[in-house]
């Protein structure tokens, strides 16, 4: 193994910090779907339809707000500030949803989180990205998302003990305070953990960075080691290419004038749809009204379900996440968009067979179909949907075009959240077959437009779009310093 991709203390921080805050994040997601099937949860807010979605909505619209300032939070500040941050408004809202005495209190608390979500989900993923080894990147942020599913699960199971102190409040009160436990947790792993390297060099900090990166490619303290030194070499210059180009920080203006750039962002926001749009939204906030189109019923069964669902997903999508660098990026997401597409179509058909009848085997079927639908969607795009993003964007796109993939993926939330139970309780079953349709149109716009990333650096992939090597020397990291990686990588420009 190469000294690249030795799992060194510095990298496995930073991979315990982007498990950690994806526990944080995943966490609340499995919550409330546990919490929308618990009858005291729903008789102490008189829920109705309308006010069960703005429950479940509202951390959207809190990372929608902190959106447009998380980029440019994180640029001047730094990547370690921006996690702090996600840090103390996940548990500030945790504390007041899970102390909440009304609904107004309860949608306040969640909305906090929702800021807190925001800031860490952009913060996180630009973070790892700069924070890895080449050959670790891939696995490290595949992880980050691969592990929501063990925030999925740890929610679950929380919710599925504290269902037994039904009918107090403790039963929904006791899982939403645990909320902050994860968070506190990010913030002492953070502490040890190094800051970007990019970021550094961006700060004139170059001394910094380049003890960072001789840290996490293997090297100890040795900043003369000769990979180390020519991958800080293609940070420096192609930093200081873009300084020189466009400055340190892009906006949206500023992202949509050349054709590189453009096809950067779209290729980044694309994500948004996949991750929000393909049907795994629906079933994890409302896994409850599809249990009962399927014909099951009983609330303690439903979070039973709910718990196994967030272990086949933790075991599909760190799956998923090791693979990425051996299949790509693009295939991988082919793959995973397919079989959610099919195992959809198949569970609209199989619920309306026999979501309404006593059939016994028909119901065990739509529930399997659930299950390899969900295995699916965590096999590929739950990896992706960390990874893509900050391997597409430039360093100063990346903080807010990160941001503004968070915003447009909260927006998809929203969506779910507040049109999805209308719409089942309309069409029922067809709900499905219609997000099941337009999957077919998210593969197409995947297979014609995205580019593969897989085992590049990130100045490599500005390569590829530029049509421009930024960095003065082209030798490898995997082949060493005095060979030259020139049919490594394509320069050709993807972006006409």
């Known amino acids: ?79 370690k500030f921006g996690l702090y941050s996600a840090v103390v408004m996940n548990v500030l809202g945790a504390a007041i949803s899970g102390g909440a005495v009304n609904i107004g209190m309860f949608i306040a608390g969640r909305i906090i989180i929702g800021v807190g979500v925001g800031l860490g989900q952009t913060t996180a993923g630009a973070y790892i990205a ?19 599913a063990a925030g999925s699960l740890i929610a679950a199971g929380i919710s599925f003990g504290s269902s037994s102190l039904e009918p107090s ?53 040795n900043v003369n080691d000769a990979d180390v030194q020519v991958q800080f070499r293609e940070i420096v210059d192609t930093l200081d290419y873009e300084k020189t180009a466009d400055g340190r920080s892009m906006n949206i203006v500023d992202m949509v004038k050349t054709p590189a750039n453009r096809k950067r962002l779209f290729l980044a926001l694309s994500i948004a749809p996949l991750s929000m749009l393909t049907g795994s939204s629906i079933i994890t906030y409302y896994f409850g009204s599809m249990l009962d189109q399927a014909g099951v019923t009983d609330a303690t069964t439903q979070l039973q379900i709910n718990v196994i669902l967030s272990a086949w997903q933790l075991v599909t999508s760190v799956a998923g996440a090791l693979l990425a660098d051996r299949l790509g990026r693009r295939l991988l997401c082919l793959l995973s968009l397919g079989l959610c597409s099919f195992f959809f179509y198949l569970f609209g058909g199989l619920t309306a067979r026999y979501g309404s009848s006593d059939y016994n085997p028909g119901t065990y079927g739509t529930i399997a179909c ?22 597409v964007l ?17 927006c998809g939330g ?13 069409i029922g079953w067809k709900t499905y077959v ?62 006409a």
């Open 1 to 79: 193994m190469g000294k690249s991709t030795r799992l060194t203390l510095t990298t496995m921080l930073v991979i315990a910090v982007c498990i950690v805050d994806s526990v944080t994040i995943a966490y609340d997601g499995s919550l409330m779907g546990s919490l929308n099937v618990m009858p005291s949860y729903q008789s102490y807010f008189h829920l109705t339809t309308a006010t069960t979605a703005v429950n479940t909505c509202a951390t959207f619209l809190g990372s929608i707000a902190i959106g447009p300032v998380t980029g440019l939070l994180i640029d001047r500040r730094g990547r």
């Open 130 to 148: 700069e924070t890895t080894a080449p050959q670790l990147r891939s696995l490290a942020l595949g992880l980050y998302f691969a592990c929501w």
């Open 169 to 221: 409040n403790w039963a929904w009160r006791l899982p939403s305070i645990l909320q902050a436990a994860p968070a506190i947790l990010v913030s002492m792993i953070v502490y040890f953990a190094p800051e970007s390297p990019r970021w550094l060099v961006c700060q004139d900090r170059r001394e910094e960075a380049l003890l960072v990166l001789a840290r996490i490619n293997g090297a100890g303290d």
């Open 370 to 391: 659930m299950f390899l639908f969900l295995g699916s969607y965590a096999f590929g795009i739950t990896p992706l949907t960390p990874m893509y993003g900050p391997e």
């Open 394 to 410: 430039s360093y100063n796109m990346r903080a807010n075009g990160l941001a503004l993939q968070g915003i447009l993926i909260k």
């Open 414 to 426: 929203v969506l779910v959240a507040m049109a999805f139970p209308y719409m089942m309780a309309a």
């Open 434 to 495: 219609v997000n099941a349709s337009w999957n077919l149109l998210f593969w197409v716009y995947v297979y014609f437009q995205w580019v593969e990333t897989r085992r590049l650096t990130l100045e490599e992939v500005d390569a590829l779009f530029d049509g421009v090597v930024h960095f003065r020397d082209n030798a490898s990291l995997e082949k060493g310093a005095g060979e030259s990686k020139a049919d490594d990588v394509a320069v050709s420009s993807v972006a």
